[in-house]
């Protein structure tokens, strides 16, 4: 396999443009939030072109999470383009978000990560951009992402609620056994398997870097932290920016117990932070998943799962990158800032964007 990270939103932003403009047969593509802004216009406009010239061009966007109406897209059907909405009628399916960002080109090149299709998302710092990831991948396992874009896009073109047939996909997915895997999450009963995967591989590292744009994961999850790091360094980088303070009040709430345990955390400061990555020993995972309840219990949501120990070092010195733009959480600063009435608003935080919806968490706003 071959990775290119791209950081930064400018090269995110061309890069995807350039993987459909490369392609001569097929363009399949699913993102959570695709804006009628400039940027969705001009992605929109390339996927129209692409299909004037005979590619097969196929779209899912979530409609709970895309603003643009359908209209916008009636350039791309009109050129021959495939449309659809995932979720698109008030029933139980409308309970579940489709997470997930990627794009693949000829079966063959894949690009994933958290970004979505809307201008913040390729934004300079400058411009009160998000600070976020996307990953292009040459390799076998853009085939797996392109069985997984076929399920998906059969399953949205059914009627009815089919909420069962989306968990038994996820359940039933084989996400391989290769170094390269896609692990997925949804609407399941237990921990998605992409946090069962993380789970165990916490269990036995010695090692964590993390960075996380929402950070509020269960009990046990924490549990696992907070021992991995009696055996070695355990590092965060969180949000200290965001639209949504209340993702932030909600990580805040947890970080009493894990600084005591030796956690190291560290709230990135220049802009919002939407990354999604880690790295436990020689372990990398990418893609579009947080770590907070829904993102492990209820959205459907992928990860890339890489066991390569070149690769692990070259992130974590993307993450070195990212703490030194960022203000160190000590002990002093948590007990400062830990007062009665933040610690209220930082559990109520938790609450709300760990059972509730984070429209209704965003529409508050109490996090900080």
């Known amino acids: 396999h071959l990775f290119r990270f791209h950081p930064q939103g400018a090269d995110r932003l061309e890069s995807l443009l350039a993987l459909i403009e490369g392609a001569a047969r097929t363009l399949q593509l699913c993102f959570y939030m695709f804006q009628a802004d400039h940027t969705g216009t001009v992605v929109r406009d390339a996927l129209m072109r692409a299909a004037q010239r005979g590619v097969e061009v196929r779209l ?6 895309t603003d643009a109406e359908p209209s916008f897209f009636d350039p791309l059907v009109r050129a021959g383009g495939s449309f659809s909405l995932f979720s698109p009628r008030w029933n139980v399916r409308y309970l579940i978000r489709n997470h997930q960002k990627f794009a693949v080109a000829d079966g063959a090149r894949v690009m994933t990560g958290g970004f979505n299709i809307s201008d913040h998302y390729f934004a300079s710092p400058e411009e ?4 976020d990831l996307g990953v292009s991948i040459e390799g076998p396992v853009a085939a797996r992402f392109v069985a997984w874009f076929g ?38 009963r237990i921990t998605s398997a992409w946090a069962r995967r993380v789970k165990i591989d916490v269990a036995r590292g010695t090692r964590l870097d993390l960075v996380m744009a929402y950070f509020s994961p269960p009990r046990s999850i924490r549990r696992l932290i907070r021992q991995l790091a009696a055996r070695g360094p355990a590092r965060l980088v969180l949000a200290g920016k965001s639209d949504n303070t209340t993702t932030i009040g909600a990580a805040r709430a947890l970080y009493g117990g894990l600084l005591r345990a030796g956690v190291r955390i560290a709230e990135f400061e220049p802009c919002k932070l939407h990354t999604k990555l880690l790295v436990i020993d020689e372990v990398t995972y990418f893609g579009s998943a947080n770590f907070d309840m829904r993102s492990i219990r209820l959205n459907l949501e992928l990860m890339v799962r890489v066991e390569d120990a070149m690769l692990a070092r070259q992130v974590r010195g993307l993450i070195d990158h990212l703490e030194r733009s960022s203000r160190e959480v000590t002990g002093d600063w948590y007990r400062a800032k830990a007062t009665i009435l933040n610690r ?3 559990r109520l935080s938790w609450f709300l964007v760990s059972v509730l919806d984070y429209t209704v968490a965003r529409r508050l706003n109490l996090g900080i």
Do not use: C, K
């Open 344 to 346: 209220i608003r930082w």
């Open 151 to 188: 399920e998906l896009e059969r399953w949205a073109g059914n009627g009815g609620s089919q909420f069962l047939a989306i968990r038994r996909l996820v359940r039933d997915w084989n996400e391989g056994s290769s170094e390269v895997q896609l692990l997925l999450g949804g609407p399941t």
């Open 128 to 131: 009160n951009g998000w600070n």
């Open 60 to 65: 899912i966007v979530d409609a709970f999470g």
